[in-house]
């Protein structure tokens, strides 16, 4: 059996340092199991089940299933903090692996998780909130680049990556753009222990996207991507052609209108990252990893050596 080991993997209990990222409304149980079984870290946002009965037996769902880890996204400032609230302590329940916080300070949960053997990973644009996120107990820390899907950075992976593995203390995980193998074996020699990857999966049989959705994902270019503010007030990549209007003219047009859809955002806006670039077919997750395995094997196998 192979596996691709880093000291987070080996702490996660994974065969390969991938996590596939949460996404708002995407994902789903079946991928935190699909994933579970092929090896890699699932996650989701508990808020993607619209009430905490409805989470907890999505809980209880994937425990039937499997005793693998896998992981639940918490957007705190997102949450209600009643559901935040019964939302966290039925992951310690069910002993959920790890526990990713967004959109807020991590502090308190971040003490309350690591006391239960939880690892709890923050995600950042910035140094300066991965410093106080490390601060606040992180215990990884994922650095969003530009050309993410959801809300993204502004810092090339090429600079990002390396800059906070420098100045932190605690584990970087790569997230942005990563769609291959070779993507992959890049972001770890930047010095990640896992990469962080949401637009590949949107591509995955078990991703409950329209099938619309998929195909701008996997016959998408770079340049069909638009980084824009309008849609939540929090700049993020969006496929240019579901954003009111299309073209940016038609579209400040309409900015007021898309403003007041309150939930239909990102339902009908449809968020990728540039990778949609390099995302080609539609597959069962397991047949993704297997790719990104032989890929990444292939890349660090094809690295010219240094000679003489
Ligand atoms: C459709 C979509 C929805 C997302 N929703 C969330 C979310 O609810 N919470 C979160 O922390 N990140 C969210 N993200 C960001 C991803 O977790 C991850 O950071 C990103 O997908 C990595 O970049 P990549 O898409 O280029 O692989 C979302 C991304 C996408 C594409």
């Given amino acids: 059996m192979p596996r691709i080991r880093t000291p987070l993997a080996e702490r996660l209990g994974l065969d390969f340092p991938i996590v596939c990222a949460p996404m708002f409304i995407l994902s789903n149980k079946e991928m ?6 092929a090896g890699i870290l699932g996650a989701m946002p508990s808020i993607n089940l619209r009430s905490h009965d409805e989470f907890r037996d999505t809980l209880r769902w994937l425990r039937a299933r499997t005793e693998r880890a896998f992981a639940v996204n918490l957007t705190i400032k ?28 991590p502090r308190e949960l971040a003490r309350r998780a690591r006391a239960a053997g ?22 990884a820390i994922i650095g969003v680049s530009s050309g993410a899907g959801g809300h993204a950075g502004t810092t ?29 074996a890049a972001a770890l020699s930047l010095g990640a222990e896992l990469v962080y990857m949401g ?14 959705y998929k195909s701008m994902v996997v016959n998408g270019r ?22 009111p209007g299309g073209a940016k003219a038609e579209r ?55 000679e003489g």
């Fill in 118 to 139: 939880v690892v709890v990973m923050h995600d950042v644009i910035h140094l300066e909130h991965a410093l106080k996120a490390q601060d606040a107990g992180a215990d």
């Fill in 252 to 306: 400040d047009a309409a900015q007021a209108e898309v403003q007041g859809t309150g939930g239909k955002k990102w339902k009908d806006i449809w968020s990728a990252g540039q990778g949609i670039a390099l995302a080609t077919e539609v597959k069962p997750i397991a047949a993704i990893v297997e790719d990104l395995v032989r890929e990444y094997a292939e890349a660090v196998r094809s690295l010219p050596a240094v």
């Fill in 199 to 212: 637009t590949r999966f949107i591509a995955s049989t078990e991703c409950g996207a329209d099938e619309r």
């Fill in 78 to 105: 997102l949450t209600h903090p009643e559901r935040l609230e019964q939302d966290f302590a039925a992951c310690l329940e069910f002993g959920v692996k790890a526990i990713i916080t967004s959109y807020g300070n």
């Fill in 32 to 37: 935190l199991l699909a994933c579970a079984e």
């Fill in 222 to 243: 770079p340049e069909d991507v638009e980084y824009t503010d309008a849609v939540s007030g929090v700049h993020a990549n969006f496929l240019r052609a579901t954003l």
């Fill in 156 to 184: 090339s992976p090429f600079v990002l990556y390396p800059y906070l593995r420098k100045n932190l203390r605690v584990p970087v995980v790569a997230a942005g753009c990563i769609a291959t193998g070779q993507q992959m």
